[in-house]
């Protein structure tokens, strides 16, 4: 029999609304038998854990987590928004409005952006307490202070209760230290000191900032909704010669679908009738719309402009390039920075000892000077407020979700916070040329057949070693040979020679398609060719030796021109203060020349492995970042401190490398590292903010100055405020200079 194995298992968890939810989700269940790997994305509300048959059930796992405050779901299904704060009379489950269901493909969450703050259980909260509190201030405007305290004590349990109950849950499940637990602690203190008014206000203003985090945490969270929003809900599909309509994420590949002008593109798929513009701006970016026809693929969320089409689906909506795009930005929440990582590890330590602060500030004075006990309880007691980090650890994650998000609507993607804050440390680019720099789509300009050889058998040969290649200077040429109506003689038994080109037999007799260099040291180059080839390389274009045995044919050459933003990029990354240098296996004559056009430095003739050991040359200068097509190049890739793919949304551009460039523009390398650089800024001012009025409020609390319904804003509105903070990535424009 065969051992059963453990699964990975994923719910969709409501109601985090800062890192600190998460963390208590993760400490409780993380200890629960034959769970592992537990992860946690807040920003994605998903939790996922290795689960093994033996452990703990999911109805379990479902349970903890329900008793911990929070909605749960198995990923896919419908997951109630709510917190368990257990109201008297709670309405009924639909009151709560729960969010729609995510889609088939598992990735269009309901959003709650559409609710009203007060039809959520924490805004009915917040209702409560602020009429139990008003209602208290009338009492005892009628009547008398003394029956006024009663009626504030009412107010303040009432309005604690839901609080003390998830406190008391976490405490049992081994979580003493929450914010929960401080808030009941602070406000049952303040009833025995007398200052039972202000632990009424205190229980309301906690009821105010935790629905202001609930916002400005489903604020974050709108830019990857937003994402799945770009996908239309319904296509035309035809069958038959006629149309129907079905759901999106229904259809199967290889359907045909019809798309009107001025729809959205249902999936990922090909053109196979018509010529429109198509508007790729919802995808990568990209603000021109770009003539597309039949044989051209599109993606799922582009916008047709002008006439009408019919795309054949490549890809199921779970595979499509949206779909996708949201899985790495939800994914990569779990790649953390080292800054995240180094504040998680503060703040595990900073809640105790402020505690263990708060009770030294409670007994010593009295103890010790003969201070009095209710001042110095009341001083402890609201420095017991500001012992939540919530302000500090959620400081990171908003602005990685937000600068996620932020570049995800331009084409720019990075996998999680530890890429992010690389890039913004880069101080080199390095890029393969062809296909990066270059258009990848060189043309034959030059043909220079040997003494006794016409350009009908150079390219009959050339076209023979070539015809399985897929390489950019291959298809050139068999694209000249088809123009010059030349059929590539017959070859077979051909291999790439690693740095040199390529060798056959073709027509029954070894061939070769080679750099110069290459063919010089074969005898498969004349003289007066080399001289030639020298010329032609000193214009800027790639130059290729044909041969056979001892036996010149001549020579082809092409250029690869550069995209028309290249230079514009390299001006842009000097003005970053970042050196940008070309790697790549060309001549250093056409490099020299492609080089000196660009305004950048160049090495020329280099393998793969060459390449290598350049990253690692610049590495020790400062942090590198490798440009490529995600395809060649990938020990390169992989080196440098982060590693780009550029390539238009394909699998290799969105799965290779720590980050890519849906848009085909050198621009978008300078613009990344704006990027990166905005978003490491916002986190050092959400961290400044977030340790600055804990700071403040900690001295102004012992000294008296500050009291609690004080400390209670300096914890909640602290993390409204970096939460708000980070929102402002959403509108950076990283392309600006």
């Not at 309880?377 to 959620?394: D, T």
């Not at 016409?454 to 070539?466: P, Q, S, T």
């Not at 000249?480 to 040199?500: C, D, H, K, N, T």
């Not at 290249?566 to 970042?578: H, S, Y």
Request: net charge neutral; aromatic share 4%.
């Amino acid at each position: 029999m065969h051992e059963k194995q453990a699964e990975r298992v994923e719910w969709t968890v409501t109601g985090m609304d800062c890192a600190a939810c998460a963390r208590k989700i993760t400490a409780v269940v993380e200890r629960m038998p034959g769970v592992g790997e537990v992860s946690i994305g807040l920003m994605a509300e998903k939790l996922s854990l290795t689960l093994h048959p033996d452990g703990a059930s999911r109805d379990r796992i479902e349970d903890t987590v329900r008793r911990l405050g929070f909605g749960i779901a198995p990923r896919g299904q419908e997951a109630p928004r709510k917190k368990a704060f257990v109201l008297p009379d709670a309405a009924p489950a639909a009151a709560m409005a729960p969010a729609a269901a995510p889609a088939a493909h598992g990735h269009r969450h309901g959003a709650t952006r559409d609710q009203r703050w007060y039809r959520t259980t924490k805004g009915r909260l917040v209702v409560m307490t602020g009429v139990l509190l008003a209602a208290a201030w009338a009492f005892e405007l009628l009547t008398t202070a003394e029956w006024g305290y009663w009626a504030f004590l009412l107010a303040c349990v009432i309005g604690v209760a839901p609080v003390a109950k998830r406190a008391f849950e976490a405490l049992r499940m081994g979580q003493p230290f929450t914010i929960e637990g401080l808030m009941t602690i602070a406000a049952v203190g303040a009833l025995f000191i007398g200052a039972a008014e202000e632990a009424a206000l205190v229980v309301f203003l906690f009821a105010v900032g935790e629905v202001l985090e609930g916002v400005a945490a489903g604020r974050a969270r709108d830019g990857i909704r937003a994402l799945a929003d770009l996908v239309p809900k319904t296509a035309l599909l035809e069958v038959n010669g006629k149309t129907r309509e079905v759901s999106a994420d229904n259809l199967e590949i290889g359907q045909v679908g019809m798309v009107r002008p001025g729809d959205r593109i249902p999936a990922d798929g090909e053109i196979t009738e018509g010529t429109s513009g198509i508007d790729d701006s919802p995808v990568t970016g990209e603000s021109v719309p770009v003539t597309k026809g039949p044989g051209d693929g599109v993606f799922a969320g582009s916008i047709n402009t002008e006439a009408v089409l019919r795309v054949r689906v490549a890809k199921a909506a779970a595979d499509n390039t949206i779909a996708r795009i949201i899985r790495l930005v939800e994914e990569a929440e779990e790649a953390r920075a080292p800054t995240e990582r180094f504040i998680d590890r503060f703040s595990r330590w900073y809640m105790p000892a402020v505690v263990a602060v708060s009770a030294l500030v409670v007994l010593v004075p009295p103890l010790v000077f003969g201070a009095d006990w209710g001042t110095w309880i009341y001083r402890g007691l609201a420095l017991l407020l500001i012992g939540c980090p919530c302000a500090l650890v959620i400081s990171v994650p908003a602005s990685i979700a937000s600068s996620l998000s932020a570049g995800a609507k331009r084409g720019l993607l990075m996998k999680g916070g530890a890429v992010i804050e690389a890039a913004a440390k880069v101080t080199h680019v390095a890029f393969d040329k062809t296909g990066t720099l270059t258009h990848g789509r060189p043309v034959v300009t030059d043909l220079v057949p040997a003494a006794g050889v016409d350009e009908a058998e150079l390219l009959a040969v050339a076209g023979g070693a070539e015809a399985g290649s897929s390489h950019p200077l291959a298809r050139a040429i068999l694209t000249r040979a088809a123009e010059a109506g030349v059929a590539p003689l017959s070859a077979r038994e051909a291999r790439a020679l690693v740095g040199r080109g390529v060798e056959a037999i073709v027509a029954g007799e070894f061939a070769w398609v080679s750099w110069p260099r290459h063919a010089a040291e074969q005898g498969g180059i004349e003289p007066d060719a080399i001289r030639r080839a020298v010329i032609l390389e000193s214009e800027g274009k790639t130059v290729i030796a044909v041969f056979r045995e001892r036996h010149p044919l001549g020579l082809i050459a092409m250029r690869d021109e550069p995209r028309a933003d290249a230079g514009e990029a390299m001006a842009q990354l000097r003005a970053l203060d970042v050196g940008a240098v070309m790697l790549t296996g060309d001549n250093p004559r056409t490099a020299e020349a492609i080089a000196g056009v660009l305004g950048m430095d160049h090495r020329a003739e280099m393998l793969p492995g060459d390449k290598l050991a350049a990253i690692r040359d610049m590495a020790g200068h400062g942090g590198v970042m490798m440009i490529g097509d995600g395809i060649n190049d990938a020990p390169a890739l992989k080196q440098a401190s982060v590693g780009v793919a550029m390539g238009s949304g394909s699998d290799v551009a969105l799965e290779t490398a720590d980050a890519a460039i849906l848009r085909d523009r050198v621009t978008d390398v300078p613009a990344l590292i704006r990027l990166a650089r905005a978003t490491m800024g916002n986190i050092h001012q959400n961290v400044t903010i977030a340790l600055g009025l804990k700071t403040v409020f900690l001295v102004t609390s012992v000294l008296g100055i500050t009291g609690l319904w004080i400390a209670i804003l300096a914890d909640t509105g602290a993390t409204v405020l970096v939460t708000l903070n980070a929102l402002r990535l959403l509108r950076f424009r990283p392309e600006q200079t």
